[in-house]
């Protein structure tokens, strides 16, 4: 057997110099090589692999590979049904270890539990997993699992002969040829130390049951840090989805088009207006708050606002009236992202609001707004609430622009000036 030579038999795009491909039907042998790395996916598309007795070929090769000192990586995919001898069966079939089952499950979260030369492999692959599948702990000797469930294992390791079994999750659909030619080198030093010998001794399955003196303490002590990991995990996942809906509210400074009016609608719902979208899906809004109603135009602009925005809004005014004989007024408002590519602390003293644009609102009397101020309005009603009354009866008295909260070149957070 040649010293360092590998052959990767699957269906993966790599350009690694010192790598050989098949897949399996094909008559390439494994006895040319010192690690073969097993891609199961590739076998969900063939719909029989016996047609040529390949089966049986590929068996007795993967059992000489192991007795003459091989090293099989296998990337344990989802569980497929194949046809093996005219029946169907699953590819955990072709798997060679004694009653492997795997059930179906997919996820990024794997969470380590091992040692060298494991370690070292997982804290250079780890970003390149992603499980497919998982089996029983019981499986050799598990290193991998479902992150927070230790009775769901993802990756093993199982000495077999002179040989060695690895399983491994799946690769990310989205590596590419580089980042596999990466896995390629880790996993040609990860099965160089496996023949040294280096990897702990796996213990047979009745040992288990022996309690050495001071080994129950730290197994309990281990649950407990598991279990408290675990509460962090989740901690941290709700302080997550908090963040990412605290940063959102930034379109309100730098988005525009749909984006930007989906989140105006949500802040204008967390201030306390009953929000609806448009009658004829044109208007972007339709807000109500103590009984006084308006229409909302949402603009996001790399420039300055244009009169045919408020011509704009003044048309779904209209409109809106038109449809609803029964309501005496309609206010409208209008959101303008202006220089929504410019940083904010660069837009102070530029003309947001041009004369012909103002002029127009100014005779038909709407309110004009930023979404910056928008958001410091958000902002500053969670520190003041009792003032929320009094401000929004001011947009709806408003006619041009809305004065206050005007700056943008102050930070948000902590403004309080109204």
């Known amino acids: 057997m040649t010293e360092n030579t590998l052959l990767f038999m699957g269906d993966y795009e790599f350009d690694h110099p010192e790598c050989d491909w098949c897949d399996f039907e094909s008559p390439t042998s ?29 068996i007795g090769e993967i059992r000489s590979f192991l007795e003459s000192s091989g090293c099989l990586v296998i990337l344990c995919p989802t569980p497929q049904i194949i046809e093996i001898y005219g029946r169907t069966s699953s590819t955990d ?52 699992f479902i992150q927070g469930h230790m009775d769901k294992a993802v990756g093993t390791y199982i000495p077999v002969g002179n040989g060695h079994i690895v399983i491994l999750p799946d690769l990310n659909e989205e590596c590419n040829p580089d980042e596999i030619d990466y896995f390629i080198d880790a996993i040609r030093e990860l099965a160089n130390e496996l023949r040294k010998g280096t990897t702990d001794y796996l213990l047979p399955g009745w040992a288990d049951e022996v309690s050495l003196p001071g080994e129950s303490k730290i197994v309990e002590s281990i649950r407990t840090i598991e279990k408290e990991i675990e509460q962090l995990h989740s901690l941290q996942d709700e302080k997550q989805a908090r963040l990412t809906e605290i940063t959102k509210n930034k379109i309100l400074l730098a988005g525009q088009g749909p984006p930007l009016e989906n989140q105006v609608a ?61 309501q005496t007024e309609c206010k409208g408002f209008l959101f303008l992202n202006a220089y929504c590519d410019t940083p904010l602390f660069e837009r102070a003293g530029k003309t947001i609001f041009p004369d012909s644009m103002l002029r127009y609102s100014i005779r038909n009397e709407h309110c004009l707004m930023t979404t910056t101020q928008l958001l410091r309005l958000y902002y500053y009603f969670q520190q003041h609430p009792e003032e929320k009354e009094k401000l929004i009866e001011e947009m709806f008295a408003t006619v041009g622009v809305f004065e206050k909260f005007s700056e943008p070149d102050i930070i948000i957070e902590g403004s309080s000036d109204a």
């Open 30 to 58: 494994f006895f040319d090589y010192h690690i073969v790395i097993w891609g199961l996916s590739e076998l969900g598309a063939l719909r029989s692999i016996m047609s040529d007795s390949c089966f049986p070929r590929r």
């Open 93 to 144: 079939r072709l798997i060679p270890i004694k009653d492997f089952a795997s059930t179906e499950a997919n996820g990024k979260k794997i969470a380590f539990r091992g040692s060298e030369p494991f370690k070292s492999y997982w804290e250079k692959c780890a970003e390149l997993h992603t499980y497919n599948a998982y089996f029983d702990p019981s499986i050799g000797g598990p290193f991998l």
């Open 266 to 326: 949500k802040v204008l719902e967390e201030i306390g207006f009953a929000v609806q979208p448009g009658m004829t899906n044109r208007q972007d809004h339709i807000i109500e708050y103590n009984g006084k109603v308006a229409v909302v135009e949402v603009k996001g602009r790399t420039k300055s606002g244009k009169e045919e925005d408020a011509r704009q809004l003044e048309t779904w005014v209209s409109e809106y009236m038109s449809g609803h004989k029964e």
